[in-house]
């Protein structure tokens, strides 16, 4: 199983990363209740993907994504290959901080922690090994850490305006933004070297967000490649001191 993600390639483990499903270190599948067995087939989208986003439905989803400057929540990350019959599981907790970056710190089904700050991203395993990779090492990865950092923000800041100038935009709601319904907003890379890397990404939630799907082809397309990672206990808040102490790993990690 491990040999199957190790061929993941660079640029891919990259633009997953900044999309929030970076943990693509290698998991096992992890025994829970709770957990599906199988994700959705990707053909659900394909009626979100054949509609457009007008600028009031993107206007009124700001305001249900807008938790301000720093969000922390709960993830549980399932992603699927097609050369294997269950998904792997992994579990853990981020922060997002429009100044400090982003944490990523696994814990399920062993512990890791990632950090994206400043176009690098750092990674510490549980062996306490740190490993520093700069997203400008390449054109593509350049472009990447250009790119999806804005798509953090919308996510978890509210900030949708900026993608419709590097996404084609979907969205499919059941009810009205002014009440619970739920939605979905589509997006589809219009660079080639993003697309290339994930075809299509699906953002879903009702109130707040609650999971973001990444397709490694058109929905259409069966069997592929997907991620689903579900947030749960969103909160906001200033930084704390443990908080602040664990994006000191980074600054750590960059002294000669």
């Given at each position: 199983m491990n040999s199957v993600l190790a061929k993941s390639s660079a640029l891919t483990k990259c633009a997953l990363f900044l999309c929030l499903a970076f943990a693509l270190i290698s998991s096992q599948p992890l025994k829970?209740?709770?957990?599906?067995?199988k994700l959705a087939a990707p053909g659900v989208y394909q009626t979100l993907f054949s509609q457009s986003?007008?600028?009031?439905?993107?206007?009124g989803l700001s305001q249900k994504l807008n938790l301000g400057e720093t969000v922390r929540g709960q993830f549980v990350q399932s992603r699927q290959l097609k050369v294997l019959k269950k998904p792997l599981?992994?579990?853990?907790?981020?922060?997002?901080?429009?100044?400090?970056?982003?944490?990523?710190?696994?814990?399920k089904p062993f512990e890791s922690l990632l950090i994206l700050k400043d176009k690098q991203l750092i990674q510490r395993d549980s062996q306490d090994r740190v490993q520093v990779s700069k997203a400008d090492a390449s054109a593509s990865a350049a472009a990447m850490g250009d790119l999806l950092p804005s798509l953090v923000r919308a996510m978890l800041g509210g900030d949708i305006s900026g993608l419709s100038e590097n996404f084609e935009l979907h969205f499919l709601?059941?009810?009205?933004?002014?009440?619970?319904?739920?939605?979905?907003?589509?997006?589809?890379?219009k660079d080639p070297l993003m697309?290339?890397?994930?075809?299509?990404?699906?953002?879903e939630g009702g109130d707040?967000?609650?999971?973001?799907?990444?397709?490694?082809?058109?929905?259409?397309?069966?069997?592929?490649?997907?991620?689903?990672?579900?947030?749960?206990?969103?909160?906001?808040?200033?930084?704390?001191?443990?908080?602040?102490?664990?994006?000191?790993?980074?600054?750590?990690?960059?002294?000669?």
């Open positions: 829970a209740e709770t957990l599906s067995d986003a007008d600028t009031a439905q993107l206007v599981i992994s579990q853990g907790q981020f922060i997002f901080d429009q100044t400090q970056g982003l944490i990523w710190q696994q814990i709601i059941t009810e009205s933004l002014n009440t619970d319904g739920q939605w979905q907003l589509g997006l589809t890379p697309k290339k890397a994930i075809a299509n990404m699906v953002l707040t967000l609650q999971s973001l799907v990444l397709l490694s082809a058109a929905p259409s397309v069966s069997p592929q490649d997907m991620t689903r990672i579900d947030f749960s206990a969103l909160s906001q808040g200033k930084l704390s001191e443990t908080e602040l102490a664990q994006y000191a790993v980074a600054i750590e990690a960059n002294k000669p």
